[in-house]
């Protein structure tokens, strides 16, 4: 049974959901943190300003209060001898606040009402008067809340005793919760709607922000989309200085590994596919040409055929070893220099024809894998023996400089011609003169393989009276580049580039 794709969602469009949710989760908590903290403070409010309406009255009644008195009467200070002149000056000189309303109860009637317009009447609710009476009629301040017909109240009820008077008088007064409380939820309709303003604003401009980071993910995709074997020349432009353009830096320099492999590949074949036509064809051409009834030329053809395929076998071993080499760095450990030297120079001795002489040996430590230098520095010394008149004298040493060490071979033989210096370091790659005429033409490219395996690069310095090949490579961690040797030509393809040989 075949399950239903889920849908894909972009790294941009997912960023910006979460950012968001996020966003909306902090604006509703805090939104609402804030309404019922404000909420709870308008209800204190509210019962403050009751409480002060109680004690501005008690100070009326008194005469120990001026509050809200119109000084420009004298009967406005004047203390009252009854309970319904007490309620009457309450009522006067105490106006209702906004949404505020009050009245003033004389033995269970409403005598008093206040002298201006207020935003209800308490005498809509008998229920809620008749309630109020019998809470304050005891003599006792109460402050409650009450659900009447004209809406939820928060009130106060005082009892007014006048000394001397049977009277008792009850002073109301009453605030619309409901009201108060919705006026900070209006204002916290006016947060919501700026904090949708807010959150869309930051949606796009999250939007646009997110592209332009995320574009080198994008090109990124398009950029693989189009690289083949055939065409990995394309690169990635590198904007910026984030974690997304170090990635791109990475990928570059990924594409850059296997552009080089891919081209080292193809050149591979195309030189072995033109080393091996050569042999292929010489003993194509005697076997058509032999003449089985002749057994000379049988034994003639056989020995031609079995020289060839023995060229063919050393060629794919040198291509095999070379491969190996530029597969993997050398695996370095701390080699005694002087020691090392000596015990390739003793192998050295068993190449015959010529005078083997050791002219210095450095007394240095160095992190190197003393199998692939031998290799590299035996394959010097032999192509010296090969390009030296016989019998002459070939100079081998290590010397030490500058933080590196040089193993060289130096011999007498007829010298590198001007401009073959680059030639000779490539696949199959030979001088002009006699000197690399013979082999396959992969020696000097595994030394240099071996000298980048350590960190470093092949020296050369030569004249018609003779060349001398180095290797050179780090005396300290690998990363640091080995300066370039006294004299002599540094391959330029393992040279450091912000250097010229001397």
């Known amino acids: 049974m075949s399950r239903t794709p889920l849908p894909r969602f972009s790294v941009r469009s997912r960023i910006l959901a979460v950012i968001l949710i996020v966003t909306a989760l902090g604006m509703s908590v805090s939104g609402f943190t804030a309404y019922l903290v404000q909420r709870d403070r308008v209800l204190e409010g509210l019962d403050t300003d009751l409480l002060a309406s109680v004690e501005a009255a008690?100070?009326?009644?008194?005469?120990?209060?001026?509050?809200?008195?119109?000084?420009?009467?004298?009967?406005?200070?004047?203390?009252?001898?009854?309970?319904?002149?007490?309620?009457?000056?309450?009522?006067?000189?105490?106006?209702?606040?906004?949404?505020?309303?009050?009245?003033?109860?004389?033995?269970?009637?409403?005598?008093?009402?206040?002298?201006?317009?207020?935003?209800?009447?308490?005498?809509?609710?008998?229920?809620?008067?008749?309630?109020?009476?019998?809470?304050?009629?005891?003599g006792q301040v109460t402050l409650g809340t009450a659900i009447t017909s004209v809406g939820t109240l928060r009130y106060v009820s005082a009892p007014v005793i006048i000394e001397g008077d049977e009277q008792i008088g009850v002073f109301v007064t009453a605030v619309d919760a409901q009201r108060a409380v919705d006026e900070v939820g209006g204002a916290f309709l006016t947060y919501a709607g700026l904090a949708l303003a807010s959150l869309a604003a930051i949606g796009v401009i999250g939007w646009f922000v997110a592209g332009r980071l995320l574009a080198p993910i994008r090109v990124l995709a398009e950029t693989a989309s189009r690289i083949t074997a055939a065409d990995v020349s394309e690169r990635i432009p590198v904007n910026g200085r984030d974690d997304v353009s170090a990635l791109t830096e990475t990928v570059n320099a990924m594409l850059d590994r296997i552009d080089e492999a891919l081209t080292s590949q193809r050149q591979l074949l195309d030189d072995v596919r033109h080393e091996l036509k050569t042999p292929i064809t010489i003993v194509r051409g005697h076997l058509e040409l032999l003449d089985e009834s002749k057994p000379d030329d049988v034994r003639t053809v056989r020995?031609?055929?079995?020289?060839?395929?023995?060229?063919?076998?050393?060629?794919?071993?040198?291509?095999?070893?070379?491969?190996?080499?530029?597969?993997?760095?050398?695996?370095?450990?701390?080699?005694?220099?002087?020691?090392?030297?000596?015990?390739?120079?003793?192998?050295?001795?068993?190449?015959?024809?010529?005078?083997?002489?050791?002219?210095?040996?450095?007394?240095?430590?160095?992190?190197?894998?003393?199998?692939?230098i031998t290799q590299a520095w035996v394959q010097l010394a032999d192509n010296a023996a090969k390009y030296s008149p016989e019998g002459t004298a070939i100079r081998v040493g290590s010397t030490s400089y500058a933080g590196t060490v040089e193993f060289w071979v130096a011999d007498s033989g007829p010298g590198i011609p001007a401009g073959a210096e680059k030639r000779i370091f490539e696949r199959f790659g030979r001088a002009d003169t006699g000197r690399g005429i013979a082999g396959s033409g992969l020696g000097?490219?595994?030394?240099?393989?071996?000298?980048?395996?350590?960190?470093?690069?092949?020296?050369?310095?030569?004249?018609?009276?003779?060349?001398?090949?180095?290797?050179?490579?780090?005396?300290?961690?690998?990363g640091a580049a080995p300066p370039p040797p006294a004299a002599g030509f540094i391959e330029p393809d393992t040279a450091d580039p912000t250097r010229s040989p001397a």
């Open 58 to 138: 008690r100070g009326i009644v008194t005469g120990t209060s001026t509050a809200a008195a119109d000084e420009t009467t004298p009967e406005a200070a004047a203390v009252p001898t009854t309970a319904v002149d007490a309620l009457s000056d309450i009522l006067q000189r105490l106006v209702p606040g906004r949404h505020e309303s009050s009245v003033g109860i004389i033995d269970g009637e409403v005598r008093w009402l206040p002298f201006v317009e207020t935003a209800f009447d308490l005498t809509d609710d008998p229920a809620f008067i008749e309630r109020a009476w019998q809470e304050a009629s005891g």
């Open 303 to 372: 020995d031609i055929a079995i020289d060839e395929l023995d060229r063919m076998a050393e060629l794919v071993n040198d291509i095999d070893a070379l491969a190996r080499v530029e597969r993997s760095d050398a695996v370095a450990e701390p080699t005694d220099v002087a020691d090392f030297t000596a015990l390739v120079f003793s192998k050295m001795q068993a190449i015959p024809g010529h005078d083997w002489q050791l002219v210095e040996a450095a007394d240095v430590v160095a992190p190197l894998s003393p199998s692939r």
């Open 444 to 478: 000097l490219p595994i030394v240099a393989a071996i000298a980048r395996a350590h960190g470093g690069y092949v020296s050369l310095d030569s004249s018609p009276a003779g060349s001398r090949f180095g290797i050179v490579v780090p005396t300290v961690e690998r």
